[in-house]
């Protein structure tokens, strides 16, 4: 887990089949104000996996038992990182004192689970090099013009464990807290790319309305990873999450 800086003490969460590393450009935004936890969820990045299937709930388990005692935290997830963010929200709400949710859903829809478990196959079936086309494709629009920032997160996605990526897809397939969001009442920011096909903004709606108080931006013309692709999203998120907005 990348622990670095001190002060106010932040989480973020990585997205399907990369790693704490992803948050890169924001740990480094972060660390003069405050301490930066990045942990790699299982068998993603550094993280150990013993092969045993594992939810979105027991991901937020890791996560509440690495800042149980530093917390409350400020917490921002992405993708399947916010699906974390809001199971760890829900269960220990007295861990969680701001929340940003990116590109994420409490619930990927009435056919999740046979999605997300043809993502799981294709996760295990295709060498990872052949699934870098599809994934570019919903990480970032045609115009992003960032060749750099696209290798990297490639690179982190070819060194994901294949078989922990199909797990993780099947967790997310599994993973429904429409119900439950009203259960979150700490201060939460919600973003989306105004063109993300993975998570689209009718999904973030939903998670801006079952959220008390929830604000909501959509950044314009940009797709899944919607905070790397906009110039302006990361320093917005760093300020909500270090409490000067929101």
Not at 74 to 87: D, H, Q, T
Not at 89 to 114: C, F, M, N, W
Request: hydrophobic share 40%.
């Amino acid at each position: 887990m990348i622990d670095e800086g001190s002060g106010q003490p932040i989480v973020l969460l990585h997205s399907l089949a990369q790693s704490g590393e992803l948050w890169r450009p924001l740990i480094d935004l972060l660390t003069p104000h405050a301490r930066v936890l990045a942990p790699d969820a299982r068998g993603h990045g550094k993280s150990t996996w013993d092969g045993s299937p594992f939810s979105i709930q027991d991901l937020a388990e890791d996560v509440a038992r690495a800042v149980d005692k530093i917390g409350p935290v400020s917490v921002l997830g992405m993708s399947m990182g916010g699906c974390v963010a809001i199971a760890l929200a829900i269960s220990h709400p007295e861990l969680v004192q701001r929340l940003v949710l990116a590109d994420t859903t409490a619930s990927y829809g009435p056919d999740r689970k046979q999605q997300w478990e043809k993502r799981a196959q294709a996760a295990v079936g295709k060498p990872r090099r052949q699934q870098v086309e599809f994934q570019v494709d919903r990480w970032f629009s045609p115009g992003f013009d960032n060749p750099a920032e696209v290798e990297r997160v490639v690179e982190l996605f070819v060194q994901t464990d294949s078989a922990a990526h199909a797990q993780a897809c099947r967790a997310l397939g599994d993973f429904d807290a429409t119900d439950e969001l009203g259960a979150i009442s700490c201060p939460t920011l919600v973003v989306v790319g105004e063109d993300d096909q993975a998570t689209p903004p009718d999904m973030a709606q939903a998670l801006a309305d079952g959220i008390t108080g929830a604000r909501l931006v959509t950044l314009a013309g940009a797709r899944h990873f919607s905070l790397f692709e906009k110039p302006e999203a990361l320093p917005m998120a760093a300020d909500y999450l270090l409490g000067k907005e929101g």
